[in-house]
C-alpha cells in the first residue's frame, strides 16, 4: 500500500511506465491513450489516488521538449479534481490547467475561489448532469482556454461522472461525455486524450465510444 488507496506490487511500476509511453504515443498520433493505471492524482514526489505516475503530465512535457510545442493546455473532466496535475504546473505559465468535478469531495482540492492565472477550477455540486457540465465548460473552460490560445489540448479523460458509476454522484450520460469531447476538441489545432477513472465495467466501454465519437466529429 502506497496510500490508503493505491495498491503496487511487483509489475505495477512496469505498467506504470507502459502508460505513460502511451499517452506520449496518443500525443503523437491525436489519439486517446486506453491506459491503466491513471494519472491525474499523482504529485511530484508520491503515488496518490490510484495513480503512480501523471500520465497527462508527462504527455505536456513530451510535447514541449520534443515536439516543440510551446503552449498546451490540459482539460481535466473526471468526477475527482485532477490534484496531481494542478500542483505540477501551478507555477508553470506554459501549461494551462482546467478542471471540472464534483465538489466537496476526494481529493479535497480545486474548491470555489482556488485557482491562478493559467489554473481554473469549476467545482459542481453532487446529482450534476449533462446541463451542469456543458454550461460548466461553455461558460468558464472554453473561454479561459481560447484565451490562452493553446497549440496542444490534453484531455484527462475520466467517466466517473456517469450516472451509474459507483464512486460518485453525479449524473452524466453518455451523450454528455460525446458533447464533452467535442468541445474539447475544439479548443486547439491539436487534441489527445489519456483515461483516467471510470469504475464501472459494463458501462465504460460505450462510455469512451462516445468519446471518441466526440473528438473525432
Not at 496510500?3 to 506504470?16: I, N
Not at 496518443?26 to 492524482?41: E, I, M, N, S, Y
Not at 490547467?97 to 469531495?105: E, G, L
Not at 465495467?201 to 473528438?215: D, H, I, K
Request: charged share 20%; glycine share 10%.
Amino acid at each position: 500500500m502506497l496510500d490508503p488507496d493505491t495498491v503496487a506490487s511487483e509489475t505495477s511500476y512496469e505498467a506504470a511506465l507502459l502508460a505513460a509511453g502511451c499517452a506520449l504515443d496518443a500525443v503523437d498520433r491525436q489519439g486517446f491513450a486506453l491506459v491503466r493505471p491513471p494519472g491525474h492524482h499523482a504529485l511530484p514526489a508520491r503515488a496518490m489516488g490510484f495513480c503512480l505516475i501523471d500520465n497527462v503530465a508527462v504527455a505536456a512535457r513530451y510535447a514541449q521538449a520534443e515536439l516543440g510545442i510551446g503552449r498546451v493546455a490540459i482539460v481535466d473532466w473526471d468526477v475527482h479534481h485532477g490534484n496531481g496535475t494542478q500542483d505540477i504546473f501551478w507555477d508553470d505559465d506554459s501549461v494551462f490547467f482546467a478542471s471540472i468535478h464534483q465538489w466537496p469531495f476526494y481529493p479535497g482540492s480545486g474548491g470555489p475561489g482556488e485557482g491562478n492565472a493559467t489554473t481554473v477550477n469549476v467545482p459542481l455540486p453532487g446529482g450534476s448532469g449533462d446541463v451542469d457540465y456543458l454550461r460548466a465548460f461553455d461558460e468558464v473552460v472554453s473561454p479561459a482556454v481560447l484565451a490562452f490560445e493553446p497549440k496542444l489540448v490534453l484531455v484527462s479523460a475520466g467517466f466517473d461522472a456517469h450516472v451509474e458509476d459507483p464512486l460518485a454522484d453525479m449524473r452524466v450520460t453518455a451523450d454528455g461525455f460525446r458533447e464533452l469531447a467535442r468541445r474539447s476538441a475544439a479548443l486547439g489545432p491539436r487534441t489527445a486524450a489519456v483515461l483516467e477513472g471510470g469504475y464501472d465495467p459494463r458501462t465504460l466501454p460505450a462510455l469512451v465510444a462516445a468519446a471518441l465519437e466526440g473528438f473525432q466529429e
